[in-house]
């Protein structure tokens, strides 16, 4: 008797979403893995900041950038803040501004498709694959309801030394002026970037408890 052939095509589908803090090791982590084989949805050029590439995806932080705003402009009362940051060319200020928080905001059906097509479109072929945005640690919540078989990598880095590279680096990709009526001085900002640091690390601690059934490996970032 010849045996029973079965058509067993299904597509496995992984999801690895790369959650951690900017400045804390997160491209580097994100390189690891697209040399590992994993498909990272991110830009692998050299940039200023990232001379081994980013590996960010330009499409998540579209996303996320349009679901802080949502977040600013609902809690932020302050409105010569709100005015000082209302051209969408500080959206990638907003990041560094906005707090994690528990509660979710609502978004509109737009940016809902947009987490769709972007789910969609990476993993319709069955690979493994992934992606890091920094803003995720603020935005997680708003794409776990769309992936499949998702998986946590952790990144935590000393928050003193996020809060300096990002210190840094924001004053290179926005003027002083601007810096300095948001954080203050330099050593006012690195203090106020080292609260937000602190704040983003309880949110995954908090992440960790809220999904203890997705798998996750928590990575350390020593320098």
């Known amino acids: 008797m010849r045996p029973i052939q079965t058509n067993n095509t299904k597509k496995v589908i992984k999801t690895v979403m790369i959650l951690g803090e900017g400045r804390s ?5 994100a390189g690891t893995l697209q040399i590992l084989g994993v498909k ?3 830009n692998s050029l050299p940039s200023q900041f990232n001379p081994r590439g980013s590996f960010e995806s330009a499409i998540s932080a579209r996303i996320s950038n349009q679901i802080v705003r ?6 932020n009362k302050n409105r010569e803040i709100r ?11 907003l990041y560094w501004v906005v707090n994690p928080k528990s509660d979710m905001v609502s978004i509109n059906q737009t940016i809902r498709g947009e987490i769709k097509r972007f789910i969609y479109n990476n993993s319709k072929n069955g690979a493994i694959w992934g992606w890091k ?4 640690v603020i935005t997680l919540k708003y794409f776990l309801p769309f992936v499949e078989s998702p998986y946590l990598i952790v990144i935590f880095r000393n928050p003193f030394k996020v809060a300096k590279s990002s210190e840094k680096m924001i004053r290179e ?9 948001l954080f203050g001085d330099k050593s006012k900002c690195i203090l ?4 937000k640091v602190l704040e983003s690390d309880q949110q995954i601690i908090k992440y960790l408890y809220e999904y ?3 798998p996750t490996l928590i990575v350390t970032f020593e320098d």
């Open 25 to 29: 090791g997160t491209s580097v982590l």
């Open 40 to 42: 990272i949805d991110g």
């Open 70 to 75: 949502t977040i600013f402009d609902s809690e």
């Open 83 to 93: 005015d000082l940051l209302a051209s969408h060319d500080y959206d990638d200020l």
């Open 133 to 136: 945005d920094p803003r995720l």
């Open 173 to 181: 990709m926005f003027s002083n002026q601007i810096v300095e009526r």
């Open 192 to 195: 106020k970037l080292s609260k």
């Open 212 to 214: 203890p059934n997705i």
